[in-house]
């Protein structure tokens, strides 16, 4: 009887593994062009709470930004190659510049909570190296497409 348990069990087991395992192949197997478009509505979507002094969606943003970049560093297409060191440069110093941009923005948050509360005073040093910093990811994002872009822009 408990033999039969354990059959059935490794049985369901693998089934859910083989409804499951495709589903994850393709979650996994995101075309390049997917991450790179919605790093682009990212970096909208920053831009917007930079100049609005609006932080709170910031880290979630900046984390996926992070992951993406991670996925770059991993997802070296065949044509890029040749300067796989200039291609792992930009992908790192994306993924550096997201998270010193979210590092930032964590501790812009706490302090305009501080500041609502009449507790300190606001200072533009961080948010002026927050600017930096998504300046940086723009030029990166910039720069590897314009050495790395797999058509010529017409």
């Not at 197997?29 to 790179?36: I, N």
Request: aromatic share 6%; hydrophobic share 45%.
């Amino acid at each position: 009887m408990k033999r039969g348990r354990i059959s059935t069990v490794l049985l369901g087991g693998m089934l859910a593994a083989s409804w499951v395992a495709p589903s994850l192949a393709v979650a996994q197997e995101r075309s390049l062009e997917q991450v790179m478009g919605e790093n682009f509505e990212g970096l909208q979507d920053l831009l917007v709470g930079l100049i609005k002094s609006e932080y709170a969606a910031m880290p979630d943003q900046l984390g996926l930004l992070h992951e993406h970049a991670d996925e770059l560093t991993k997802a070296i297409r065949e044509d890029t190659r040749g300067d796989r060191n200039l291609f792992l440069m930009y992908a790192y110093s994306l993924r550096g510049h997201s998270a010193d941009l979210k590092s930032i923005v964590e501790v812009l948050i706490a302090r305009d909570e501080a500041n609502l509360r009449g507790e300190t005073l606001s200072t533009d040093d961080l948010r002026e190296a927050a600017a930096a910093h998504f300046g940086g990811m723009v030029t990166m994002c910039v720069a590897c497409h314009n050495r790395f872009r797999q058509r010529v822009v017409r």
